[in-house]
């Protein structure tokens, strides 16, 4: 029998409806207590001293940067990432290189970026950890760490994740290392607050980005509120932005934390089942698995014949099985074609054979065996 499997979703219980309610009656709903036990949680799962909450992500990256001072310098990402960290970067003063990827990972090439690295005014360095993988950040740490490189971390989707030993958003690291760490909390992120974002990192750095965060106002609303002093005096110090998570948002967040490690375990449980019964397929590769690495599986990715990838993703659509392709090199885009030409052939391989399949929380036992069955019968048609 046809069923529909969407390619994410996201599991919203009666605690997250109770959460909310209970911030909609308290009389306060934007940034304030829940914001402050939200950043307090997630500082504990991922192994952080301090969180700091924005309204996205991409938000998040583009005040690391800020806090960091890439004016007028590069800032080198990876070719495969999503538009939105190229505008932070052009947001926030610096120029935008992009950096090939292993083919077979889609995760930054580390010996190419030391390459690029070499003898070119780069101040900054965002890895992305593409489909919740982490990047390979004990050679990218040591490579930054002697050359006054600053990294911010692109984890949209390593939520949670580890390398060598590191959750992916404490910030410790070799000497001399500056390290900022940004997670998604966007509708279909492995943890949603519907839209927002956050930012690990060193206290010097996340209270520069925090200067940014609320109009560029010396204290923020509920701070000067729960001061008992005047409420209306204020400085402004920066021309910020308005990125501010609320209480509203945070309440959902609150509530999807308690689930995180269960949710985290589903999801290996289906990934589990992916690898034996899809594995074994011919004309399919699966993401290689990397020592040292622990990945959230936010995004399940098959690779697949490149000249069928498209016409694969039209007959899992039709069978009811959302199906979808991350990303798009960002090579490729308009907006950013004219300076790198179409010369990022691992990127352009990655891009052309992934096929990413649902791999969520909110699956039934029934939607798994289903993915299986009809993801089967596509790739062996
Ligand atoms: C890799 C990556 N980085 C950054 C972002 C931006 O996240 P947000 O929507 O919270 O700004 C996304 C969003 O999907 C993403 O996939």
Redesign the pocket.
Known sequence: MMRRVGLSQPQITDDEITEVTSVLRSGWITTGPKCAEFAADLARFVEAPRVELF???????ELALRSVDVDGGIVLTSAM??P??MH?IERAGGRPWLCDVDPATGLIDVDLLERMMNGNDVRAVIP???NGMPADMTAIDALCAGRDVAIVE????ALPASVDGRTIGDPSGPIGVRRLT?????A??TLTTA???ALTGPDDLLDEAVRWRLHGMSRDVWTRHASGGPTWRYDIIRPGLKSNMSDVHAAIGVAQLRRAWAAQSRRCWISGRYDVALGQLDGVDLLPRLPGRAWSRYVYPLFVDPARRNQYLEQLAAAGVGSSV??IPLHEFSHFRDFYGDAIPGATEYSARHLAIPCHAAMSNDDVDYVVDQVTAVLTS
């Open positions: 309204s996205s992500c991409t938000d998040a990256i990432g999503f939105g960290t932070a992305v950890h593409l692109d984890a949209a989707h940004a997670f998604s909390f966007q279909t992120k839209e927002g974002g991350y990303f």
